[in-house]
């Protein structure tokens, strides 16, 4: 059982390239979010997603665009990636939709666009 | 509307001293839940408490608890015995109803523990 795992942990992109970052729980769980986290802004959320084949927008979500193709995966795509999406990526998942429940992290991915 | 505020961008405590980190929260919803989760310098998230909008008790894990307010709409998170290992982030966060059941962070405050 790994909980919420990431890929990749780290990554450099040039301006303009596409990234697909990629999220896998084991856990079943319906909802999947991802967040970015940049220094002095906590969290914010950039989209999220209540089962598998569903997805919706969050707080931040211009200039990515996800799937939940599978309900175990829930990809976060950057098609022409800019500086401003310099960030530190998290991937969480509450196993249910209740407000009583807490989010599992996954390890975060530190993204920097040159 | 901010959702959750942290006024508090840094703290220092002494070792083994008790320390407040303060949050306030702004809902209309009558459910929610409210979260303290501590990120150390390594860059994981870790829950660390959670209380509920209907809990009547404030809610506590070890040296952690957490001081509700309902009616001021705060969630202060009090760390009781101080470690040097409590040196990190800590962000307040909330989960409401009515915005379909998402979280909603703070900015965090950094918390250093001097020996």
């Known amino acids: 059982n790994a909980g919420v795992t990431q890929t990749p942990k780290f990554r450099v992109l040039k301006t303009g390239q596409s990234m697909t970052l990629l999220c896998a729980q084991d856990?079943?769980?319906?909802?999947m979010y991802w967040y970015r986290q940049d220094p002095g802004m906590g969290l914010r959320l950039i989209h999220y997603s209540v089962g598998e084949g569903t997805t919706a927008k969050g707080e931040v979500p211009d200039g990515y665009n996800v799937s939940r193709l599978k309900k175990q995966n829930f990809l976060l795509g950057l098609e022409s990636a800019a500086p401003s999406q310099t960030s530190v990526y998290f991937c969480?998942?509450?196993?249910?939709?209740?407000?009583?429940?807490?989010?599992?992290f996954g390890p975060g991915t530190r993204l920097t666009v040159l | 509307a901010q959702k959750i505020t942290q006024t508090q961008p840094g703290m220092f405590v002494q070792e083994k001293e008790a320390v407040t980190l303060d949050c306030t929260y702004d809902?209309?919803?009558?459910?929610?839940?409210l979260f303290w989760y501590k990120q150390p310098s390594s860059g994981e998230m870790i829950f660390l408490i959670y209380?509920?909008?209907?809990?009547?008790q404030n809610a506590t894990e070890g040296r952690y608890s957490l001081n509700f307010q309902k009616a001021r709409k705060s969630a202060n998170l009090v760390i009781s015995a101080s470690q040097l290992g409590d040196s990190a982030m800590y962000f307040c966060?909330?989960?409401?109803?009515?915005?379909?059941?998402?979280?909603?962070f703070g900015t965090g405050t950094s918390l250093t523990v001097i020996p």
């Open positions: 856990m079943n769980h319906e909802y």
């Open positions: 969480a998942s509450p196993p249910t939709s209740g407000s009583t429940d807490t989010q599992y």
């Open positions: 209380q509920g909008s209907y809990d009547e």
């Open positions: 966060a909330m989960r409401e109803s009515l915005t379909g059941n998402q979280f909603y």
């Open positions: 809902t209309s919803d009558q459910s929610y839940g």
